[in-house]
């Protein structure tokens, strides 16, 4: 059974640092990892889930307006971790952070994990 588990969420101060991971464990194979995309998605309190970014199998990123030169996502396949690094952080930045693992191998979600950013 293929699992997610988020960490690295927490309180931060508006303009501070927070590096998020999503650990993959219960793959098939050592190679698995890689072949599937990696999205980071975020919900804050009364809203829609949205895509912040996300990372193809070849490494490829795409982000969110929103967090474009603040975030930056990346993936180590050899750790079937992914990460979300995110700098300047702003009280809007506050959700719960998902990690979602998507392609031809499913499509599987994390728990999520809590980032709050204080003003």
């Known amino acids: 059974q293929v699992q997610l588990v988020e960490s690295g969420g927490g309180l931060v101060q508006a303009g501070g640092s927070l590096r998020l991971s999503c650990a993959a464990s219960?793959?098939?194979?050592?190679?698995?990892?890689?072949?599937?995309?990696i999205g980071w998605y975020r919900q804050a309190s009364g809203k829609q889930r949205e895509s912040v970014a996300s990372i193809s199998s070849s490494g490829s990123a795409n982000y969110a307006d929103s967090v474009k030169g603040r975030f930056t996502i990346s993936r180590d396949n050899a750790k079937n971790t992914a990460y979300l690094q995110m700098n300047s952080l702003n009280p809007e930045d506050t959700a719960v952070y998902y990690c979602?693992?998507?392609?031809?191998?499913?499509?599987?979600w994390g728990q999520g994990t809590q980032v709050t950013v204080s003003s």
């Open positions: 979602c693992w998507s392609g031809r191998l499913g499509v599987y």
């Open positions: 219960g793959l098939a194979s050592r190679s698995a990892f890689s072949i599937n995309a």
